[in-house]
């Protein structure tokens, strides 16, 4: 890559709060548009400029089949595509359809089922087209998205810490909830990029980064027993905003009857 | 300043000083110009923080220590010090969480800037002698010496800068296990005063010339030797209360002797992989540097940050992960922290605080996995390791 970044935004299921996270950089966005042309991104200018983009930054699961033609496309005019929050990477809120019977839904739901084109699960854009770097959290954390885009523009591999919420706890001097309160926190299993911010406040973290990049999802969820948790609650906290990403998908398992 | 002389401490009993007068301590510290530290309960734990006046030191409160369990109770007397322990060591004060080693500026020209750390002393109350063991664990890390060539500027100015107030135990945890490492509970060296918690006084020692310099501006009363053998009894019998001992018995063969012992994959089926016993022990010392860039590519950051050998990151070396299950992270733990650090500083990693026990969120107990891996084939019994709830 030389000369300015040609950067996109694109977006596709979800509820935009990863896009507004971009947007709410605010002075270093004007800053980021002096060093990067932004080609496209639709929630914040509608004027949109067609493909080849050095990087691609996509929020949202892919939930229709109109989205499983449009990443391609998307794939086929990025350099580099970086999925943005828990929609793009793990499938999001929204995958919790996948453990039930989709056609089901829309028949309940809408008026006019016929007019829906859903696909029966909601998933990352992982499980279509390659993805080169994957920013977590519902939503992403703003330090985290400036972090990755000063080292896009210096050129360097962006840096994604995938370690635990643990280590940001105890750098900072957070007192454990889980050890010293009893609470079922799911930190230890969870990934960094938050700035441990339920913890901080005393609060059970209840994983909206994802998964630790090898943690022990079956191991806490035996602890969460041992507190007094049933099986049915280790795998509601397990099955939620990321339910569908992989370590979270079989920790929950485990514990299903 | 430091109780680092070379030889025997100079140990002292100084006399009295009446729990009513400790405030006296923190003032003539804070006269002195030091930034004093102390317990403080927060969060249901206690930690280290700023200090002005003694009547914020928790009073009354005792941990109820227990593998992946802490719980501060009221003992109901008014004493200051049973709590034992918290989650923190003197580590954080020594060996800063993440601070920026560096600066780099872009401007025409590059320019790089060093940073030092701020010069403050720091005076901290209510050190353990396992914290103490930590520190002297520790400066074999950071310090120019036997096993190091360079001194790291930014551990060794804040080491010359702390004043340390130990605390000799008089009640231990149920996780404690120093004695049996022999770094307490009574603190032999490393410290400026020394208290000993008695009924309503503390009897007070020095263990450097900063220390009897302090002590001289006290309201100390004179010790007889009544109190000197209470005292002594006091930690002896907490000494004794230690129910968890560490068979450090040719632990180096032992351990490297067993790389492929089935009880790595026992304990990786209750491992997390969190890093919390890394980070609570007073002498882990891993970090990873990276160099954080601004927005506008002008300037950038060298930042140093506490890593753990449980982070995948650390063992990613040269294009190949070589420590990729939870097993292998957790024997590179153990291995080191009891074995392979005394090839390495000359002294074991561990010194007996029990954090690693307490605050493993699943309550693991290396004396625990050290014993199944000295315990005979015959004798060894699974751990259940599948979810209760399948029955």
Known sequence: MTGRLRIAVHKFASCDGCQIQFLNLEQDLLTLASRAEIAHFTEASSVTQPGPYDVSFVEGSISTSADLQRIREIRAASRLLITIGACATAGGLQALRNWKDHDEFVRAIYARPEYIDSLARSTPVSEHVKVDAELWGCPIDQRQLKRVLSDLLARVAPRIPGESVCLECKRAGHVCVLVAKGEPCLGPVTRTGCGALCPRYERDCYGCFGPQEDGNTLALGRRF???????????????????????FRAGAQAWEK | MLGTAKGEPVMSVAGLLKRDQLDVLIQTLRARGYRVVGPRAKSGAIVYDEVSRADELPVGLVSVQEPGRYRLEDSGNGRLFDYVHGPESLKRFLFAPQETLWTVEQNGEVRFKETLPEIRPLAVI???????????????????????????PYYATR????????????????????????TGPRAREGYDIALTELEDAFLVGAGSAAGEAVLADLPLQPAHEGEITQAAQAIDAAARSQTRRLDTENIQALLFNNLEHPRWDDVAERCLSCGNCTLVCPTCFCHRETDVASLDGKESGHQRQWDSCFTLEHGYLHGAQIRPQIRHRYRQWLTHKLAAWIEQFGVSGCVGCGRCITWCPTGIDLIEEVNAIRLPAALRRRHGAQPEAKT
């Open chain 2, 126 to 152: 209510g050190a353990r002698a396992c914290d103490l063991a930590g520190v002297s664990v520790q400066d074999r890390t950071f310090l120019k010496g036997r096993y190091n060539d360079f001194s790291d």
């Open chain 1, 225 to 247: 027993r041992e507190l007094g948790l049933s099986d049915e609650d280790v795998v509601r906290r397990l099955r939620f905003i990321n339910g569908w990403a992989p370590a």
């Open chain 2, 159 to 182: 080491r010359e800068n702390l004043f340390i107030v130990a605390v000799h135990c008089t009640r231990s945890a149920a996780t404690c296990f120093c004695a049996s490492m022999n």
